[in-house]
């Protein structure tokens, strides 16, 4: 194939050039033409002796385009950013292999290059968007290739990945709320977890030293601290480890466990029933779950997706095994010609008022908007949510904090004054 350079004008009535590969002249025509150009120049490129020895040594086989070394999951942050202007480049009017061209090439090399990469020769093969995309679960999840499937049916592909944008926009914006106001407290937590390590490895030991020298008869309190920072030093007799190698490491081991744990059904479903359960921290999660699975349902029906096939998927992605099983209930009921409010209001997950909207959406044919005012709803509480338990952290930290360390001055203090004590009646006789 030989390759032809040509200068032509966009739908804009704006010049553009670039090359193409064809058999022939006609060929080219007829490629840059599907691209929405209307070609004024096309001209053979001609090609060097040397250029064409090095073609010829390299056979004719056509390498496989590469997008770098990409491991993991693609970043959620790459997706939004990715759907906003795919569904921007649609709204213009280009070619969708041209779009995905684009961006493909805009990405720096990995996950989401190597992605956009097997995505473009999905589609260049005749596949649609969304079944490349479905060959992807690791960046597209059902939830978005759902969406896509829903937008190419219906010819608004891109105003549904649009709304998508908007809703993982607003997914991602709730995920870093709830993380940020976790930031402050843990960091304080292992701040203080380090130095009351030290503390009860090099300070308390010497006073234990003082107090040895003096033949002071040790209070309770203080007994049991310098029992504490043996075991923290790892100096008590027959002890192999310093206590400090366990309680250091001890976040990264529950993680761990707690991973596990929740990789498991039954252990997802039992941890899941007992978070929700939780004072303060429950009633968050409960909001946090009831704005993620309206706002899900709502963005799904709102693109066609059947109402059935919506529900299955907003279960699976809900990330709560107790939403996932209420919804799983609602879905039966529907599927059987009942409403959707009943099994909802039966599972007691959600409060009286999401039920009432929900029953009134049905009942009027708004669904859709009626979620999403629910999502947008317990979005706000959300937020109100997470600055009351702020706020409730950050004076009880102190409050911990300031008990532990009273408690080892205490503990230190007591000594001290049998000490000045003992010295002053050895002083008067």
Request: aromatic share 6%; charged share 25%.
């Amino acid at each position: 194939m030989a390759t032809f350079t040509y200068e032509a004008m966009n739908d804009a009535g704006k010049p553009t050039k670039g090359t193409v590969e064809a058999g022939s002249k006609e060929e080219a025509i007829a490629r840059i033409k599907s691209q929405r150009l209307f070609p004024t120049n096309v001209a053979e490129q001609k090609v060097s002796k040397k250029e064409a020895k090095a073609a010829a040594g390299k056979g004719k086989a056509k390498p496989k385009k590469k997008g770098g070394m990409g491991f993991g999951r693609v970043k959620q942050k790459q997706l939004t950013s990715f759907t906003r202007q795919l569904s921007t480049l649609q709204d213009a009017g280009l070619p969708l292999l041209r779009s995905l061209q684009i961006l493909e090439q805009q990405q720096k090399p990995g996950a989401m290059k190597n992605v956009l990469v097997g995505v473009c020769e999905e589609v260049e093969g005749g596949a649609s968007l969304s079944e490349a995309m479905s060959k992807f679960p690791k960046a597209f999840d059902k939830l978005y290739t759902k969406m896509v499937n829903a937008g190419e049916i219906g010819g608004v592909l891109d105003l549904i990945l649009q709304r998508l944008a908007e809703f993982m926009e607003k997914a991602e914006k709730l995920k870093r709320k709830i993380k940020g106001a976790m930031v402050y407290p843990i960091a304080v937590v292992i701040i203080a977890v380090l130095i009351l390590t030290f503390i009860m490895w090099f300070i308390i030991p010497k006073f234990e030293e003082i107090f040895k020298d003096f033949g002071v008869k040790l209070p309770m309190l203080t007994t049991l601290l310098m029992e504490g920072s043996r075991w923290i030093a790892g100096t008590n007799p027959g002890q192999s480890i310093p206590g400090a190698f366990i309680v250091l490491p001890s976040p990264i081991f529950i993680f761990i466990a707690w991973k596990l744990i929740r990789a498991s059904g039954p252990g997802k479903a039992i941890t899941d029933w007992m978070l929700l359960r939780i004072p303060i921290f429950g009633s968050m999660l409960r909001k946090t779950a009831i704005a993620r699975f309206t706002r899900t349902l709502g963005t799904l029906i709102g693109a066609g997706v059947p109402i059935l096939e919506a529900i299955k998927i907003t279960g699976e992605t809900s990330g709560n095994y107790v939403y996932e099983k209420a919804l799983l209930k609602v879905h039966d009921s529907i599927r059987e010609g009942e409403s959707f409010a009943t099994p909802l209001r039966e599972s007691k997950t959600c409060d009286a008022l999401v039920v009432n909207m929900i029953d009134v959406g049905e009942e009027t044919g708004e669904m859709d908007k009626m979620l999403l005012k629910i999502a947008d709803n317990y979005d706000e509480e959300v937020d109100v949510a997470v600055a009351s338990l702020v706020s409730l952290l950050e004076p009880l930290m102190v409050v911990v904090l300031g008990g532990i360390v009273g408690t080892i001055v205490v503990a230190m203090f007591l000594p001290l004054v049998s000490m000045i004590q003992s010295l002053q009646g050895g002083g008067g006789g």
